[in-house]
């Protein structure tokens, strides 16, 4: 923030439209935990843009006092990374879900990432297509009914984090709804230089209600949750179990903890550099293992936008800007003739290069 940052209120950011998500879904808490965390940024209104795709989460700018785009089907990366080459100063949160980012939207999601264009991705996920009522989606666990699915879903669901770290993304990171540890986890991603990539459970109360519960309840479900920070040890459980390596195996293994002595239970620091423990992390299986949420990666490289200006910028050096001559450069032609009336085409002529 500087002196000429304006300072807001939550108020600056919400709009005069009706917010219209069904009753208890989890897409308000969401909406007001990113409208908190705005003004503790000390974002702008007039230099910031939401751009969303299709869907119940893609709902999203119209409900934020900013630039917004409610573009078309999974196509969100792409529009997102055409505005921010055009004006590279603005701050772009991209507004997706699991149907829109990891269906349709797959490859272009997959681009944004890889190329590392300096923005923040939210992904809504709540394992199913809330907007179409009620379909299973990439996400959706193997089993799940729905109308397209009424004997039980028989795909293997796709794990979002995982998606991004296999795309190359620099920073990935997860969050739930209505966790008071959300705007800590997005203002994370706002600090990334780089394409930054937040997985947040969301929970839809009409079509997949509560399906996260066992770890993201608002209370009772804290020794199910692994809250990583950077350099502190992977503990859970109110401090009594934690995160080991095997070395022998290269395999993650849960641990007891005795009077707090982590160190002696071998229980891992974090990194977020650390690639390949956040692999690790993110195909964690629930159950046997507490769900990893917070920063599980963060190494940032140079941005796409950064080197796409440096290539512009390279290129027009030393040059004078002059349309007509470059109109008129290279290889050029020129037609003469008359144009035969009586035959409506114009008459033979000469064509000199």
Request: aromatic share 6%; no cysteine.
């Given at each position: 923030m500087n002196d000429m940052t304006p300072i807001t209120t939550v108020k600056d950011?919400?709009?005069?439209?009706?917010?219209?998500w069904c009753p208890g879904c989890g897409d308000y808490a969401i909406l007001k935990a990113v409208q908190r965390t705005l003004p503790q940024l000390g974002s702008d209104p007039a230099n910031t843009v939401f751009v969303s795709g299709i869907g119940c989460s893609s709902r999203f700018p119209y409900y934020i006092e900013s630039y917004g785009f409610h573009t078309i089907h999974g196509r969100a990366p792409a529009f997102a990374t055409g505005i921010k080459l055009a004006n590279p100063d603005l701050d772009i949160w991209l507004v997706t879900g699991d149907g829109d980012g990891l269906s349709i939207g797959g490859n272009h999601l997959m681009h944004v990432l890889r190329r590392n264009v300096n923005m923040q991705i939210m992904l809504f996920n709540n394992e199913i297509y809330g907007l179409t009522k009620g379909q299973y989606s990439p996400t959706s666990r193997e089993g799940?009914?729905?109308?397209?699915?009424?004997l039980g879903s028989i795909d293997h669901p796709a794990r979002p984090c995982a998606f991004a770290l296999g795309a190359g993304?620099?920073?990935?990171?997860?969050?739930?709804?209505?966790?008071?540890?959300?705007?800590?986890?997005l203002k994370a991603a706002h600090a990334h230089r780089g394409a930054a990539f937040v997985e947040i459970f969301q929970n839809c109360v009409v079509y997949n209600k509560d399906v996260f519960d066992d770890f993201a309840q608002p209370k009772g479900a804290e020794d199910r949750q692994l809250w990583l920070e950077d350099g502190a040890p992977m503990l859970f459980a109110g401090g009594t179990r934690g995160i080991t390596l095997n070395h022998e195996?290269?395999?993650?293994?849960?641990?007891?903890?005795?009077?707090?002595?982590?160190?002696?239970?071998?229980?891992?620091?974090?990194?977020?550099?650390?690639?390949?423990?956040?692999?690790?992390?993110?195909e964690m299986p629930f159950g046997p293992f507490p769900m990893a949420l917070g920063v599980l990666y963060d190494d940032p490289v140079p941005t796409f936008d950064d080197m796409a200006i440096a290539d512009r910028e390279h290129a027009v050096a030393g040059k004078e800007p002059n349309l007509a001559r470059l109109l008129a450069s290279g290889q050029t032609w020129t037609v003469s003739g008359t144009v035969d009336e009586s035959a409506g085409h114009p008459a033979r002529g000469m064509v000199s290069k």
């Open positions: 950011w919400e709009t005069d439209q009706e917010v219209r799940t009914k729905s109308p397209s699915t009424p993304a620099r920073f990935v990171a997860r969050g739930f709804d209505v966790s008071k540890n959300l705007p800590d986890v195996t290269l395999r993650l293994e849960v641990v007891e903890v005795t009077d707090g002595d982590w160190q002696t239970a071998k229980v891992i620091v974090h990194d977020v550099t650390n690639r390949a423990i956040a692999h690790m992390l993110v």
